[in-house]
């Protein structure tokens, strides 16, 4: 009688800790499948608890993110006759307004319980500082590239300079795109705004872009490349 009094105090404890946590919990099958949500996981993702319960969690995660997802999965069947297996990794989770949300997990396997017991944090906060910083480095960069192409029209510099100058303004391009790159992560935009893209025409501006720089040092540039119909889906600017 006392055992089963205790247990059931344990099973309220354990009720308590699980709904009222500040961070996002779920319990979930070796499939995916979410056999229980806390309140907090719901509330985030702006569903009630039983919208999430009985589903599986590959219907919330994002496309671009499945790959990373199932790895993680492999991973953790790797370990199945192991008691358990922490991973931490990061994806996106759809919520019900339609955006989705950066998550980083802890995930822990039981091969008693056969179950995953999963711990999120919301990402956005960083997300934000990463976003904040980059676009305070584009300003003073696009200040450096305009007065490098000013200097450039200049007629009062030798070759030699404008050849420096050249180079610098292809560095700081460089850089600016890795910046915007790194803003389109932080806005959940890679994978959004995609469109289908020529793959024949693609390699083409990479070959006109090339083409400059291979003459000048005299390096023999052959290529053969058939024009067809075969298009990729995805930003342009990941592909070139």
Known sequence: MEDNQQLKINNDDYKIMFEQCLEMMFIGSKEGNILKVNNKFADTLGYNVDE???????EFIH???MRVTYSTQQYL??????EKRIINFTNRYLKKNGSYIPLTWKTIYSNKYKKIYCIAADNRKS??????ASQ??????????????????S??????????LSEAF??????????NNLLEITNNYVYTKSDNISIYLSIMSCIEQQKKDVLEKNICLQFDVCNSDNYIYIPE???L
Do not use: H, W
């Open 52 to 58: 999430m319960v009985g589903r599986n969690c590959y």
């Open 155 to 164: 007629e009062n510099i030798s070759a030699d300079v404008k050849k420096n």
């Open 136 to 153: 305070q480095l584009k300003t003073p960069l696009n200040s450096v590239m305009g007065y490098i192409q000013l200097l450039l029209l």
């Open 63 to 65: 496309p671009g993110d």
């Open 237 to 239: 600017t990941k592909l």
């Open 77 to 82: 069947d790797d370990g199945m006759n192991d």
């Open 127 to 132: 997300d934000s500082f990463l976003s904040e």
């Open 170 to 179: 292809k560095s700081a391009t460089y850089l600016l795109g890795m910046i």
